[in-house]
């Protein structure tokens, strides 16, 4: 089945804490994207990238980092935490072709910071 | 970068009645304009998407109309149901391929 995974679904952890979310896709897809998503403000992509090795700042990429050493992974790094990096994180991904294309979402990972 | 507005944030309708949510965006060379529905809980999932060099696209009661020079696009749903309730963004994705969004559109359709 064709699809977007991301681990863990639920994270509560502790301020300055390091810790990764991981994002896989069986689709082949050359861009791969993370978002956070909070109340009234729709999402707001932090990283995305384009293929392996490829990666270039979104919206608000402060306090996080991404890597692509594979084109099947994407993973989200927060070295250290804090609170207002409590949200709804997604993962997506897609093709690179003229004319656009489809974007397909992970389930999201709810993650809290005490 | 692309800026995309998106309103109204909240907009609910009567069963039967029709929705429209509307969109602007910034970068003249957005090329793909792709609507996603966020039931409570789930992921968005893509509903319809245009690309530039197509006016309106309609899918079943759902239709989506673009005008370049003005740089804005719109969602109509007719004859909606209850089941359509639920967050609708907009996006536009620019040939960089990034895409951005816009802040959502909670909708609620009364029975």
């Known amino acids: 089945e064709a699809q977007v995974t991301q681990n863990p679904r639920y994270l509560i952890t502790v301020t300055g804490k390091k810790l990764t979310v991981t994002c896989s896709q069986n689709?082949?897809?050359?861009?791969m994207s993370w978002y956070r998503q909070d109340p009234g403000l729709g999402l707001r992509q932090i990283y995305y990238?384009?293929?392996?090795?490829?990666?270039d700042k979104g919206d608000v990429p402060e306090g996080y980092k991404v890597s692509r050493k594979e084109k099947r992974n994407f993973p989200l790094i927060l070295e250290s935490p804090s609170p207002n990096q409590t949200s709804l994180y997604f993962c997506?991904?897609?093709?690179?072709?003229?004319?656009?294309?489809?974007?397909?979402f992970g389930p999201g990972t709810r993650l809290t910071v005490l | 970068g692309e800026n995309v507005e998106q309103h109204p944030s909240t907009l609910s309708v009567q069963e039967g009645d029709s929705a429209v949510i509307k969109c602007t965006y910034s970068?003249?060379?957005?090329?793909?304009f792709p609507w996603y529905k966020q039931e409570l809980g789930k992921r968005p999932q893509l509903i319809i998407d245009?690309?530039?060099?197509?006016g309106e696209k309609k899918d079943q009661r759902i239709a989506v109309t673009l005008n370049k020079t003005a740089k804005h696009f719109s969602l109509h749903i007719t004859e909606t149901q209850p089941e359509d309730s639920a967050v609708y963004f907009c996006?536009?994705?620019?040939?960089?391929?990034?895409?951005?969004f816009g802040a959502g559109t909670r909708l609620t359709v009364k029975p």
């Open positions: 996006a536009a994705r620019a040939n960089n391929n990034d895409m951005r």
């Open positions: 997506a991904s897609s093709f690179v072709q003229d004319g656009g294309n489809e974007q397909f």
């Open positions: 689709m082949n897809h050359e861009y």
């Open positions: 245009i690309r530039s060099n197509v």
């Open positions: 970068d003249s060379a957005s090329n793909y």
């Open positions: 990238s384009m293929n392996v090795e490829v990666t």
